[in-house]
């Protein structure tokens, strides 16, 4: 009994260029990451440097939580940014 060929060639899309199938390449995506960074970080101190200035209870309330989360998005960014591939 003889081997047979497969009905269909070995697909390879795997080993493929990810930019062919649209992908952000490791640099894009470094690049994005620093930019978005760093526009967290100066919302982060334009709250920053507001809120002892706001009077307004409500609004003060809603600027630190704000202020809290982008301090937690820069956490996060760090961690992203710290674990992407180097080269």
């Known amino acids: 009994m003889s081997e047979r060929e497969p009905s269909s060639p070995v697909c390879y899309a795997e080993e493929m ?3 062919y199938a649209g ?4 640099a894009e995506v470094a690049t994005l990451l620093e930019s978005l960074r760093r ?6 101190d334009k709250l920053a440097a507001a809120l002892p200035r706001i009077r307004d ?5 809603a600027l630190k ?3 809290e989360s982008r ?3 820069l956490a996060l ?6 674990s992407l591939p180097r080269g």
């Open 23 to 26: 992908y952000l390449t490791d």
């Open 77 to 82: 960014f760090e961690a992203l940014i710290a």
């Open 39 to 44: 526009d967290e970080r100066g919302m982060r």
């Open 57 to 61: 209870e409500r609004i003060h309330a």
């Open 71 to 73: 301090e937690a998005d």
């Open 17 to 19: 260029d990810a930019r």
């Open 65 to 67: 939580a704000m202020l």
